[in-house]
T-cell receptor
Framework: DGGITQSPKYLFRKEGQNVTLSCEQN?????MYWYRQDPGQGLRLIYY???????QKGDIAEGYSVSREKKESFPLTVTSAQKNPTAFYLC?????????????FGDGTRLSIL | GENVEQHPSTLSVQEGDSAVIKCTYS??????FPWYKQELGKRPQLIID?????GEKKDQRIAVTLNKTAKHFSLHITETQPEDSAVYFC??????????FGAGTTVTVRA
């Protein structure tokens, strides 16, 4: 899915530091999502946004924040309140959140603690 | 919300044999069921999906079947090849349209 770009590919966080993961899409999709994937596990939803200037908490939102100021961008901030941030973070987008809307993923950002 | 269970967690098959992965879901309102394939360190990629108005869908060596009454759907891979080795995830939307993913099945195809 070349239309979704995540950066950086690898990111390291120091204690007490906030870090921001970038997600940009040029698919003109309304909905965007952030997932966390831990080794050997499935995808857990952190936040999602159905439309610009609106977003909702997912299942594991604590310690994370997002913004949706532009349709094509949905950055995720991992705050110092997230005590176990080491994981693979995946951004996805879909044409909408209605039924039958496949989600397409970016290449992911791997976050580690220094 | 939707609860999706996926079995088995690991599956090892001889090249050329078939692989079957099964998922169950809890929300009877769900009507869209995608399957994703994730190779090591890469993004999940949509490989096939099925909507509730059909019971089966095929795409070359991959097929998905859906039983809405029993609330389960399955992925079938025939004539497996080494490049089929990956982690496969099923998913189903809940009433709020968020996708819930299964825990994944690691498929290993032995040459």
């Amino acid at each position: 899915d070349g239309g979704i770009t995540q950066s950086p590919k690898y990111l390291f966080r120091k204690e007490g530091q906030n870090v921001t993961l970038s997600c940009e899409q040029n698919l003109n999709h309304d909905a965007m999502y952030w997932y966390r994937q831990d080794p050997g596990q499935g995808l857990r939803l952190i936040y999602y946004s159905q439309i610009v200037n609106d977003f909702q908490k997912g299942d594991i939102a604590e310690g994370y924040s997002v913004s949706r100021e532009k349709k094509e961008s949905f950055p995720l901030t991992v705050t110092s309140a997230q005590k176990n941030p080491t994981a693979f973070y995946l951004c996805a987008s879909s044409a909408g959140t209605g039924d039958n809307q496949p989600q397409h993923f970016g290449d992911g950002t791997r976050l580690s603690i220094l | 919300g939707e609860n999706v269970e996926q079995h088995p967690s690991t599956l090892s098959v001889q090249e050329g044999d078939s692989a079957v992965i099964k998922c169950t879901y809890s929300d009877s309102a769900s009507n869209y069921f995608p399957w994703y394939k994730q190779e090591l360190g890469k993004r999940p990629q949509l490989i096939i999906d099925i909507r509730s108005n059909v019971g089966e869908k095929k795409d070359q060596r991959i097929a998905v079947t859906l039983n809405k009454t029993a609330k389960h759907f399955s992925l079938h891979i025939t004539e497996t090849q080494p490049e089929d080795s990956a982690v496969y995830f099923c998913a189903a939307p809940g009433s709020d349209y968020k996708l819930s993913f299964g825990a994944g099945t690691t498929v290993t195809v032995r040459a």
